[in-house]
């Protein structure tokens, strides 16, 4: 009988993700993907790589872009060009 405690999970991280991982995550945006199609902070993440907090983090040390489009008071978007712009401005050369 195994009776170890399961782990919690750990919290998100805030740390810096690797330029080579923003630009796997790149590749994850569909080319068919219109510019202005509006996407939620959970599609963000999920396609950059980061959890929501630390998309908020980031967009309060002005190191991801905020918001472009504001659906009520607490509903944001990102049109998906200007996820695309900043996934492939850190991306690093190869």
Do not use: Y
């Not at 872009?65 to 695309?84: E, K, T």
């Amino acid at each position: 009988m195994n009776t170890t405690t399961p782990q919690a999970a750990p919290l998100c991280p805030t740390s810096a993700v690797a330029p080579t991982t923003s630009a796997r995550m790149s590749a994850h945006i569909a080319p068919e993907l219109a510019d202005l199609t509006r996407l939620s902070i959970r599609q963000v993440s999920a396609l950059v790589g980061l959890c929501d907090q630390a998309i908020r983090d980031r967009i309060k040390a002005s190191k991801f872009p905020a918001a472009d489009h504001r659906d009520g008071p607490r509903c944001v978007r990102w049109s998906a060009g200007l996820i695309r712009q900043w996934l492939a401005a850190t991306r690093t050369p190869q």
